[in-house]
């Protein structure tokens, strides 16, 4: 397999400083036909060199028309395997196109395993400017495919991951079984702490804690 001009980047989505929030490793692989070139095999022998929780491979897509946000085929990698679906990878996929590759522009569009998802530049929250940065950081909003959940009247036993506060509703994904546990405020959301022995003994995939953000937070 000849060479392959690619360009990467590890990002911090999720955070305002370095070394902080959820990293992931982008790479753009940018020679017309690279893409086709370099085979599954070699992109999960990437993701497990980076060894992050998701590796996102980038490659342009040229069937847009005229006028078309630019659009690029997205796949994620663990250091395991192929995921369907990346949040914060897509996150940080997004803010590397946006602030090295196409600072032009304000919409991208990526074609992946779950449809087309879309980024977009915005506002700061509580801001009246124009989307884009602000003060030195770049806003950007994810459109994802919507799934839905069921009631679940199961109770993880997660009292050490709680740290004290209490459950407020248990929903359950309706296509992974993901639990969805809802605190009754963000702080306690914040004040977790999570115990990997606790979560790895529940009877699911995953587990999501979410709580509602705080009055004026523009969340």
């Not at 036909?33 to 342009?60: I, K, P």
């Not at 700061?124 to 989307?131: C, D, F, K, L």
Request: aromatic letters at 6%; glycine letters at 10%; a negative charge.
């Amino acid at each position: 397999m000849g060479k392959k001009a690619i360009r990467y980047a590890v990002v911090d989505a999720f955070a305002a400083e370095p070394f902080k929030g959820n990293p992931a490793a982008v790479c753009l692989l940018e020679e017309e036909g690279a893409s086709a070139a370099v085979d599954d095999r070699w992109m999960q022998s990437v993701a497990a060199e980076f060894n992050l929780s998701e590796t996102a491979f980038l490659a342009r897509d040229s069937s847009g028309g005229a006028g078309a946000a630019p659009r690029f085929h997205l796949r994620w990698f663990t250091p395991v395997t192929e995921v369907d679906l990346c949040g914060h990878a897509t996150l940080a996929s997004a803010h590397f196109l946006f602030t090295t590759v196409l600072p032009e522009h304000g919409k991208l569009e990526f074609m992946t395993r779950s449809g087309i998802l879309t980024a977009k530049k915005v506002p700061a929250p509580g801001s009246t400017g124009v989307p884009g940065e602000e003060q030195g950081k770049l806003f950007i909003e994810l459109d994802f495919p919507m799934i839905g959940f069921l009631e679940c009247n199961e109770t993880p036993s997660i009292l050490e991951t709680l740290n004290g506060a209490p459950i407020v509703s248990v929903h359950k994904s309706a296509t992974d079984g993901d639990l969805i546990v809802e605190l009754s405020s963000g702080k306690e959301v914040v004040n977790i702490l999570p115990s990997i022995d606790e979560i790895k003994n529940l009877a699911c995939r995953g587990l999501i804690v979410t709580g509602p953000a705080p009055a004026g937070s523009g969340l």
